[in-house]
C-alpha cells in the first residue's frame, strides 16, 4: 500500500507494489479470511488499473482482480466495498478504448456498475461513496456513445446535482469543483429547450461558463494547476463555441472522483 501511494511518475513503485501485493495473496489465501483476500485483491485490482495506464499492465486483469474482490465483498454483507468496487469496476471499463464492436457494451457495462453501487448506498449512511459514485455515472452518461445523447445528458445533469448534495464548496472544495467541471462539460452541450433544439442553447452556454469559473478559481486557490490549465482549456474553447461555431465541445474534461 505505501508503494502504490508514492507520489512518482515512475510505474516502477507500481509494480514493486503490484508484485508484493502478489506476494501477500500467496500467504493470505491459504491462512487469511475472506475479507482479507478480497481487500487484497481489491487492491491489487487498483494497482493493476495504474499499471494500465502506463501500458505496464492489461486492464483485463484489474477487472478480474476485482471480480474476484466481489466474491466476497458482496451487496448485502459488505455494502460500502461493494459500492467502491462497481466504481473501480466501471472506471475501468470505461478507459478501455472504444475501438471495436465491443465498445457499447463495455460502456453500458460501466453505467450498469455505477447503478449497481447506488443500489446500496445512501447518500445519509455512506455519503462519500454516494456522491463518487453520482459523479462517475454522470461522466459515463455524457460519454457513452448513443442515439439518445441529450436524453443521456440530462440525466447526467441529474447525477452530478446528486453528487452536489454532498459535494460542498465549504465541506469538500476540491471534489465540489470536480463535479461542477463535469457539469459544465455536460450542460455545454445540451440544448436550452430538449422539445425545440434546433433553438440552440445560449442559456446552457452562459451557465457551463459560469460554473468553469468557479472551479478554475476553487482550483487556482488548491494549488492544482493541472486542473487549473485543464479548465482553462475547456473554457477558451467554450467562449469560442459562443461567438459562432456551431459544434459541440470536445469532451475533455473529465474527472472520475
Do not use: W
Request: some cysteine; aromatic content about 6%.
Amino acid at each position: 500500500t505505501a508503494q502504490m501511494s508514492v507520489p512518482s511518475n515512475d510505474p516502477g513503485y507500481l509494480e514493486g507494489a503490484r508484485d508484493s501485493m502478489n506476494s501477500a495473496l500467496e500467504a493470505l489465501r491459504i491462512q487469511g479470511t475472506s475479507e482479507e483476500v478480497a481487500e487484497a485483491e481489491m487492491n491489487l485490482g487498483l494497482i493493476l488499473q495504474n499499471l494500465a495506464s502506463y501500458n505496464r499492465a492489461p486492464i483485463t486483469d484489474s477487472i478480474s482482480a476485482y471480480q474476484r474482490s466481489l466474491r466476497t465483498f458482496n451487496a448485502q454483507k459488505h455494502p460500502a466495498e461493494f459500492a467502491i468496487l462497481q466504481n473501480n469496476l466501471a472506471t475501468a471499463f470505461m478507459s478501455i478504448p472504444f475501438s471495436d464492436e465491443r465498445s457499447k457494451m463495455r460502456e453500458a457495462l460501466a453505467v450498469q456498475a455505477f447503478e449497481e453501487g447506488l443500489k446500496v448506498v445512501t447518500i445519509v449512511d455512506n455519503p462519500s461513496e454516494y456522491a463518487m459514485l453520482q459523479n462517475n455515472l454522470g461522466n459515463a452518461l455524457q460519454y457513452v456513445s448513443s442515439s439518445h445523447r441529450v436524453e443521456n445528458g440530462f440525466r447526467a445533469i441529474e447525477a452530478y446535482d446528486e453528487a452536489l448534495r454532498v459535494r460542498t464548496l465549504e465541506d469538500t472544495p476540491a471534489e465540489y469543483a470536480n463535479t461542477i467541471s463535469n457539469k459544465a462539460n455536460c450542460i455545454a452541450n445540451l440544448p436550452d429547450d430538449p422539445e425545440n433544439p434546433e433553438a440552440g442553447n445560449p442559456e446552457n452556454l452562459k451557465e457551463a461558463i459560469r460554473l468553469y469559473r468557479e472551479a478554475r478559481s476553487v482550483f487556482n486557490k488548491l494549488g492544482d494547476i493541472h486542473k487549473v490549465e485543464a479548465v482553462s482549456g475547456a473554457l477558451e474553447e467554450l467562449e469560442t463555441e459562443m461567438f459562432g461555431s456551431s459544434q459541440p465541445l470536445s469532451n475533455v474534461h473529465k474527472i472520475n472522483q
